[in-house]
Structure formats: C-alpha cells, structure tokens
C-alpha cells in the first residue's frame, strides 16, 4: 500500500530519464495530483474520476516542465525545482478556493475511496488478507510495472526512447523527432506522477493536506537510480522503501518505545543509505539532463 505511490512516481521517472529529461518535479507533479484527485473524489464521488483527473493535472504539469526543459533548453534541474514549488503552491491555492480558505480538503467517505476488490473473500486478518486484499491501485501499478517494460524493450516506440536518451544525434539522422519523443515521455512522467498522488489521498488515505507528499516524489527518484533505470528495478526498490514505511507504522502502534521523531526519519535514512552504496554503482542513459539543439555538433 505504501509502495503505490512511490511505484508510480517511479514509473514516471523511469520514462521520461529514459528519454533523456531529468525529472525531479515529480513531488510537486505528485502533490498537485494527491490535491486534484482528493478534491474530484470528494465533490463526485467517484474515485476513478478523481484518479484519472490526477493524472491529467499531474500531465499539465509536466507540459511546463517539457516547454522550460526541452523547447527553452533550460537546465532541468532548475526547472525540476521549480516545478516543486509550483505544484504545492497550486495545490494550496485551489484547497483554499474549494474548500472555503482550508488548505486541508474535507475527509471522503468510505464508498468515495478506491476500493479493494479481493475484500471478502479471504478470511479476516488471515495472512492472505493482509497480503492481497489491497487497494485496486496497488494491482493498477503493479500492472503499469509490466506495461512500462514492455513499450520500453518491446515495443518500436520503447526503442526510440531508450534511443533518443542514450544517442539523440543519432536518433535524429534516422528521422526520429526528439522532441516529441520528450514531450511525449515527460508528460507520460507527470501524469503517473499524479497517479501517485492521487493514490495517497483516495487510498492510503482520505483527504489532502499540504503535508501529505512529503518526500515521496524524492524517494522514487531514489528507487528509480536504485532500479537502475529500469521499470522492474524501480518497484522492487518502491517495495524496500514502501516496507520501510510499513515498519515505521508498525512500530508507532506497538508498545516499543521509540521517539516518533526517529521513526518517521526511518524512510529517508534507509533512502540515503541505499544512494550512497548504489548509487555510485548506476549508470543513467548517456544523454540524460542534456538539452538537444537540432543542428548542434
């Protein structure tokens, strides 16, 4: 459950460093997500509507990221930042207009959230009901991992991506158009983005507040790099970290005595640990943060 997110933020960054665009707006594309799909969940009551409309704000998103990073040139790191402070910024400003001045949205009702579509048919509290009765978001991205692989090492469109992130120059003298292979990677990147987000504040749980999407689009940059680019590295990694999330609630609800301080850094401590070991280890596609100039030698 607690891997979800990350899976899908993950995927996201999968696609678009592949293509060669570095993408570390994807919190605030993940925040703007969580806030848009509390926000549809809440006022319709449909929570795939509320899950898909994520994805479209999260993709609107992105477009600004691909316009500064990929038509301007600009350093996509800088752009990547701004995007993540434009995304919370957003996302507090439309809580404050929905929900009469309240940067927290109103709590959505159980029939409201993503359901889970094994519930019942395990028995209660068994141990194949704590491990398959999850939310239908948790099979959607595991679905995504398998999809992901696919296009990229299957499929003609996967291998002009891979293309465009490792040899740009060559990819164009073979007539393929960089830019819309960007384009298309980046915004595919917010969009899975804001499917993170949604999944946190329609399933994990059932409302937005500013501080709900927090660090999680850093550590799925983490799991990406740890999965070495690759979609099925990244959710093995997304389950190390979700895990470690699970641990920390775990904890909190036993009679261990442990600062709940040092608890809730447990996630990003062993997200440091794993970049300082691996990270040195991974190499990213050749082309990756590299603005393309058509013509330039």
């Known amino acids: 459950m607690y891997s979800t997110p990350l899976i899908f933020a993950a995927l996201g960054g999968v696609i678009s460093e592949n293509s060669g665009v570095v993408n570390i707006g994807l919190e605030g594309m993940m925040t703007l997500g969580a806030l848009v799909g509390a926000t549809v969940g809440y006022f319709t009551g449909n929570p795939w509507l509320g899950l898909l409309c994520a994805g479209l704000a999260g993709g609107l998103l992105a477009i600004l990221h691909a316009i500064a990073s990929i038509t301007f040139g600009a350093d996509q790191v800088v752009s990547g930042i701004a995007i993540n402070f434009l995304g919370p910024g957003i996302a507090l400003f439309l809580s404050r207009i929905f929900f009469e001045g309240a940067t927290m949205t ?151 005595s442990i600062s709940s301080q040092i608890l809730a850094m447990l996630p990003y401590i062993i997200t440091l640990l794993v970049l300082i070991g691996f990270v040195g280890k991974s190499a990213g596609p050749a082309a990756n943060g590299v603005p393309y100039e058509k013509g330039e030698r």
């Open 106 to 256: 109103k709590s959505i009702d159980l029939d409201n959230k993503i359901p889970r579509p094994l519930d019942g048919i395990f028995q209660q509290n068994s141990f194949f009901d704590l491990v398959f009765n999850q939310y239908a978001t948790v099979y959607i991205a595991l679905l995504l991992v398998f999809i992901v692989w696919y296009m990229l090492y299957k499929t003609k469109l996967g291998l002009r991506i891979r293309a465009v992130g490792e040899h740009p120059k060559a990819a164009d003298t073979l007539g393929i158009n960089i830019y819309k292979i960007r384009y298309f990677s980046v915004i595919l990147s917010g969009i899975f983005a804001g499917f993170g987000g949604a999944a946190m504040s329609l399933a994990v749980v059932s409302n937005f507040r500013p501080t709900l999407i927090s660090g999680q689009g850093f550590i799925a940059l983490a799991a990406m790099i740890f999965g070495k680019w690759k979609p099925q590295g990244a959710m093995w990694a997304c389950l190390l970290f979700g895990a470690a999330q699970g641990i920390v609630v775990f904890l909190g609800s036993t009679a261990i």
